[in-house]
């Protein structure tokens, strides 16, 4: 298509050239050009908009069906702590009712993670530690262990980074 577009300009700039002593035909057929040239470049950028939209949403879907398929507790979530998604083992486990994508992410991802705020600092160590212990306790007052592997899988067109951290409950280890 850029081909295309490249070959009508060099044949419309070589006729403007060529009939240059017409001065009203070339000023019409360059508004005219110029105004084409607006509406493919428009047409192009919406497309484009369109097709992102697209491929993100469709990433969306394969990370959440990706965190749901997961036998291990297994949580998505993105550092501006605006939602979470946790499949339906860590659900149980720390015997939360909602599914789905939850909208207080800022008070569950730090409280599975041991903490009652979480910090950019604390998110960096989160993301950076391996084999590092964390405790939550659940409404009933169950203590819950969990050793935490967390990877930053994605950055949306907001600037968003996007978590995937999956869980090891060490009471399942103990009891082994």
Same mark, same amino acid.
């Given at each position: @298509?850029? !081909?295309?577009?490249?070959?009508?300009?060099? *044949?419309? @700039?070589?006729?403007?050239? *060529?009939?240059?002593?017409?001065?009203?035909?070339?000023?019409?057929?360059?508004?005219?050009? $110029?105004?084409?040239?607006? !509406?493919?470049?428009? !047409?192009?950028?919406? %497309?484009?908009?369109?097709? $992102? %939209?697209?491929?993100?949403?469709?990433?969306?879907?394969?990370?959440?069906? #990706? !965190? =749901?398929? #997961?036998?291990?507790?297994?949580?998505?979530?993105?550092?501006?702590?605006?939602?979470?998604?946790?499949? %339906?083992?860590?659900?149980? #486990?720390? =015997?939360?009712?909602?599914?789905?994508?939850? =909208?207080?992410?800022? *008070?569950?991802?730090?409280?599975?993670?041991?903490?009652?705020?979480?910090?950019?600092?604390?998110?960096?160590?989160?993301?950076? $530690?391996?084999?590092? =212990?964390?405790?939550?306790?659940?409404?009933?007052?169950?203590?819950?262990? @969990?050793?935490?592997?967390?990877?930053?899988?994605?950055?949306?067109?907001?600037?968003?980074?996007?978590?995937?951290?999956?869980?090891?409950? #060490?009471?399942?280890?103990? %009891?082994?």
């Amino acid at each position: @298509m850029f !081909v295309a577009f490249a070959i009508v300009t060099g *044949y419309i @700039m070589a006729y403007a050239y *060529y009939h240059r002593t017409v001065s009203e035909l070339v000023y019409l057929i360059f508004n005219a050009y $110029a105004l084409a040239a607006i !509406v493919l470049g428009l !047409v192009i950028l919406l %497309k484009s908009q369109r097709n $992102a %939209k697209k491929r993100r949403e469709a990433s969306k879907q394969s990370l959440t069906q #990706l !965190v =749901e398929s #997961l036998a291990s507790p297994a949580m998505l979530w993105n550092d501006s702590l605006g939602s979470v998604l946790m499949n %339906k083992t860590l659900r149980e #486990l720390a =015997e939360y009712t909602r599914s789905g994508e939850n =909208e207080d992410a800022k *008070y569950i991802v730090p409280w599975l993670f041991g903490l009652k705020i979480m910090t950019e600092t604390q998110m960096e160590e989160i993301v950076h $530690a391996r084999d590092r =212990e964390y405790s939550f306790t659940t409404k009933s007052g169950a203590e819950h262990d @969990m050793i935490w592997n967390t990877a930053g899988i994605e950055k949306d067109e907001n600037g968003v980074t996007w978590f995937l951290s999956i869980g090891l409950d #060490l009471a399942d280890i103990r %009891k082994m």
